[in-house]
C-alpha cells in the first residue's frame, strides 16, 4: 500500500466510539515560532489526543496525528503523517504487541511498551501519567514506543523502543520526566487533566479551551 493510498483510507481508520470533549490546547515551541493545535477527548471507553503541528525543533516541518487509548490509558492505535513525507499508523493490543498496518507485519521489538511518545507534541507526555497513577515521590521506568522527529528518521518509518522514567513531585501538578535513552530530564507542570502546561526549553502552553460538556 503507497502512503497515498494509505491517507485515502484513514476516515476508517479509528474505532468510532461517544466522546466527551475534555480540551482544546496550544503549544508553542519554547523560542516562540512553532504552533500546534490539539484536541483531547475522554470517555468511559479511554482518551482521543488529535493534533496538527507546525514545527520548528530541528529544522521546519508539519505533521498531524490521532492516538487512541483504552480506559486503562494503554495506547491502541497511532497515526501520524508529516507534510510531504511518510505516513505511520500502527496498532498495539495493551499487552504489549504492536502491528504495523501500513505494511500488514508485527513489530516484535516492541514486545512490552505499553506507551506512545509523539517527539512533536507534549500531549503524549499526558498517557504515562494518566496510567501510572504515582504517588508522590513514587518514580516508575516505562519503554515506549518513541515516535522520531522528521531529521531522526532513519530508513523506515516506524516507532523506536525507547527508556523513560516519570516520577511524581507534587500529584497532579509537576513530574519529572527523564529520557533515559537520550540523558535528557525535565520537569513538566501539567494541569488537573493531566495534560502538559510547562516543558522547560522545549514546549509552553499558550492557550487552553474549558470542556464543553
Not at 466510539?17 to 479511554?46: I, T
Not at 513514587?138 to 527508556?163: C, H, K, M, N
Not at 520526566?177 to 502538559?196: H, N
Request: net charge negative; hydrophobic share 35%.
Amino acid at each position: 500500500m503507497t502512503a497515498r493510498q494509505h491517507i485515502n483510507n484513514v476516515p476508517g481508520l479509528f474505532a468510532v466510539f461517544e466522546e466527551k470533549s475534555m480540551a482544546v490546547v496550544r503549544w508553542q515551541d519554547w523560542d516562540g515560532h512553532g504552533l500546534e493545535h490539539c484536541e483531547c477527548r475522554e470517555d468511559s471507553e479511554g482518551l482521543v489526543l488529535e493534533g496538527v503541528v507546525a514545527g520548528t525543533r530541528h529544522g521546519l516541518y508539519g505533521g498531524d496525528y490521532r492516538v487512541r487509548t483504552d480506559a486503562a490509558f494503554r495506547t491502541r492505535e497511532v497515526y501520524l503523517r508529516y507534510v510531504g513525507g511518510a505516513v505511520l499508523h500502527v496498532e498495539a493490543d495493551g499487552e504489549g504487541n504492536w502491528r504495523d498496518v501500513v505494511r500488514d507485519r508485527s513489530l516484535d521489538f516492541l514486545a512490552g511498551c505499553l506507551d506512545v511518545d509523539i517527539g512533536i507534541t507534549p500531549a503524549t507526555n499526558t498517557l504515562p501519567i494518566k496510567r501510572l497513577k504515582l504517588d508522590m515521590n513514587e518514580s516508575r521506568d516505562i519503554t515506549v514506543a518513541y515516535i522520531p522527529l522528521p531529521d531522526q528518521i532513519d530508513g523506515e518509518f516506524l516507532p523506536q523502543r525507547a527508556e523513560q522514567r516519570y516520577t511524581c513531585l507534587i500529584p497532579s501538578r509537576r513530574y519529572r520526566y527523564e529520557g533515559l535513552f537520550r540523558s535528557f530530564t525535565a520537569e513538566l507542570e501539567i494541569d488537573k487533566d493531566s495534560l502538559v502546561t510547562d516543558y522547560p526549553d522545549t514546549f509552553r502552553r499558550v492557550s487552553t479551551v474549558a470542556p464543553s460538556g
